[in-house]
């Protein structure tokens, strides 16, 4: 089983919509988790980390179901800007980082 | 803003060769990663380091490589001969304060190895 999974997609959307990208992970001893986005080509910028309470950034809302396993990222009011690969990361206990393989967002005028 | 900066941005060798890929940290940071990218996959973890050793790696990160921090500023991936699958993207990440966990990436080194 992989450590982290998440819909590649591609999602489409049109500019001002919500969308909803979720990601699964297998190590229930996982303690942080994170939000980043990579642009074509380009390094992973860290978006946001995922907090037990949930938490909000802006358009962001990311949440984390520990009982389920599975962490959100809620983008709302989407700009062509927030064209990109969203990557969910995981760290289990210890020091690696797993990265799912990303969630491809258009969004479109 | 501080941030990563990594040499070269792309390296081109021979099959066999050493290649050494190179990170300079945010100043103060203090826990050091290696990860690779093969073109159209995923983001992979190498290697965390820290306090001067190896905390963790994975099972990518065999006899082939090594990580130093030569100067106390540099930080250094080398892999003793390269192979066509080694070409990817190396990226390299520094993480701060260790409770956060945020981790920071250089604009990585595209390996081609011919």
């Known amino acids: 089983r992989k450590e982290v999974e998440q819909d590649p997609g591609p999602f489409n959307v049109p500019e001002g919509a919500t969308v909803a990208f979720n990601c699964t992970y297998s190590?229930?001893?996982?303690?942080?988790f994170f939000w980043y986005r990579q642009d074509c080509r380009k390094e992973p910028k860290l978006l946001m980390s995922?907090?037990?309470s949930g938490n909000e950034d802006g358009r962001f809302t990311a949440q984390l179901n520990r009982a389920s396993q599975y962490i959100s990222l809620l983008i709302r009011d989407s700009k062509l800007s927030d064209s990109a690969t969203y990557l969910c990361?995981?760290?289990?206990?210890?020091?690696?980082?797993?990265f799912g393989t990303g969630t491809s967002l258009t969004v479109i005028p | 803003e501080p941030e990563v900066t990594q040499t070269p941005s792309h390296q081109v060798t021979q099959m066999g060769q050493e290649v050494i890929l190179r990170c300079v940290p945010i100043?103060?940071?203090?826990?050091f990663y290696w990860y690779r990218q093969i073109l159209g996959q995923k983001v992979e973890f190498l290697v965390s380091?820290?306090?001067?050793?190896?905390?963790?790696k994975s099972e990518i990160f065999d006899d082939q490589f090594s990580v130093e921090r030569p100067d106390g500023s540099n930080f250094t991936l080398k892999i003793r001969s390269t192979k066509l699958e080694d070409s990817a993207m190396y990226f390299c990440?520094?993480?701060?304060?260790?409770?956060?966990?945020?981790?920071?990436f250089g604009p990585g080194t595209r390996l081609t190895v011919l």
């Open positions: 990361v995981v760290n289990p206990p210890g020091n690696q980082f797993y």
């Open positions: 190590n229930s001893a996982s303690q942080s």
């Open positions: 380091f820290y306090n001067n050793e190896i905390s963790e």
């Open positions: 100043s103060n940071h203090l826990y």
């Open positions: 990440a520094t993480e701060g304060e260790p409770a956060m966990n945020e981790q920071f």
């Open positions: 995922v907090y037990s």
